[in-house]
Each structure stands twice: as structure tokens, then as C-alpha cells.
């Protein structure tokens, strides 16, 4: 197993970056297949290049999956396979830092799974908008991307594909990059994750959110 040192997962907005989504077969990185692999390519703030292809998963594309995506086994017969692809996915990423919706939960764990196969290894830090937009909209009753894109007033048109998934993060990031430049973020020296005030045995104190990952503490 390749894939044993990840990337940290920041909290801080950042001008460069790439924005990333996946379509799969299902949830389970371990037993369904990417169908759809996307990417955005932004240098101080600015869209600058685009990676975007389907994926044949070799095997059927189920039901449920094409319901929610519109994917179809039609449209992936003639695609390429994951290990003819990721090179070039690794390729366009670099060493920039990722950015997508859920991806510390979902898609970072095809990225890992594909890299094992490839034989490779993904090391990039990331962030995930997922847990940016709780911390900057605690007013929204519900955190899909739909919903950070509506509250932005940001078009939904063609949502759950992949490379349109990744236009509207992307546009979403930078909404709320300007909404975290007017808060007062402490961050963590140790990993760059957010720090927040928690209560323990002995008094208040200043924890990490990557926690376990990362064990800093600061006295309040």
C-alpha cells in the first residue's frame, strides 16, 4: 500500500489552487469505481485550464448512480480506464493545494484508492468547502453545494457532473473566501487546520480541528 502519508486538510482561503470533483458507481471507495473525473485550475483568484474526462469503471454503472449524475454505461463504453487517466489527473494537480465539497470523506478516498493501484501517492493538502461554508454560513439549514451555490445566488445548471460541480465550488470558494478575510480565523502553527476554543478537564483551551491528526493545543 502506497498511500500511507496524506496531505493536511487547511482551512485557510488561498488564491492558487485546484478545484476537483468525481462522478462514481456509488459510496464505497473500496468497492465501487470512478465514472467521472474533473478539475479547475486557478492562479490568484482566476480560472486558467480545465481537466475533465469519463472513466469506464469495467464494470455496470447502477441504476441509482445514472439517476442522480445522468451518466449512462453508454457513455463511458468507450472511455478510458482509471490507470490510462490518473497520471494525467496527478499531471494537472501538481503539488497545488485541492479544494472540493466532501472530499475529506468521499472523494479524497477514490483519489487514494486510484493512486494505490497506479502505484503512486497523493500528498497534496486540501480543503474542503464542506466544512468552510458551516464555519462561514451557520445560518444555512443544509450544506450541499446546491444550497452554498443558491445562497450565492450562483447557477445549479448541470449539477452532479463533475467539471460543472467544480465551476460552481470554485465560485462558491471564492464567495467565501471573502466572507473568511473578514473573520478572525486562528490557525494552527503546527498543521495550518483551524483552531477553536474547547473545554477540557483543566480549564479552556485552544484545540485543532484536524484533531487527531494533529494534537496542538494553545492556553487560552
Not at 468521499?106 to 486540501?126: E, H, M, P, R, S
Not at 445566488?153 to 466572507?179: P, T, V, Y
Request: contains cysteine.
Amino acid at each position: 500500500m502506497i498511500q500511507n502519508i496524506k496531505g493536511k486538510r487547511l482551512t485557510a482561503y488561498v488564491p492558487d489552487y485546484v478545484v476537483f470533483d468525481l462522478e462514481t458507481t456509488g459510496f464505497n471507495s473500496q468497492s465501487d469505481n470512478i465514472i467521472e473525473i474533473s478539475a479547475v485550475k486557478v492562479k490568484d483568484k482566476e480560472v486558467v485550464d480545465t481537466f475533465s474526462t469519463l472513466v469506464n469503471p469495467e464494470r455496470s454503472i447502477p441504476y441509482q448512480a445514472t439517476a442522480v449524475n445522468g451518466i449512462t454505461n453508454d457513455m463511458v463504453a468507450d472511455s478510458p480506464v482509471i490507470t490510462e487517466v490518473f497520471n494525467d489527473f496527478l499531471t494537472f494537480t501538481g503539488s497545488q493545494i485541492l479544494v472540493g465539497h466532501n472530499i475529506h470523506s468521499f472523494d479524497l478516498k477514490f483519489v487514494y484508492q486510484a493512486a494505490d493501484i497506479f502505484g503512486a501517492a497523493v500528498t497534496n493538502d486540501y480543503i474542503d468547502t464542506l466544512y468552510m461554508a458551516r464555519n462561514c454560513l451557520p445560518q444555512l439549514r443544509y450544506y450541499k453545494l446546491i444550497d452554498i451555490s443558491a445562497y450565492f445566488n450562483i447557477s445549479c445548471e448541470g449539477a452532479h457532473r463533475a467539471l460543472n460541480d467544480c465551476i460552481m465550488n470554485q465560485k462558491c470558494f471564492e464567495e467565501m473566501g471573502k466572507i473568511q478575510g473578514a473573520m478572525k480565523l486562528e490557525l494552527c502553527p503546527r498543521c495550518g487546520g483551524e483552531l477553536r476554543k474547547r473545554s477540557g478537564r483543566f480549564g479552556d483551551f485552544w484545540g485543532c480541528t484536524n484533531y487527531p491528526d494533529c494534537r496542538f493545543t494553545r492556553n487560552t
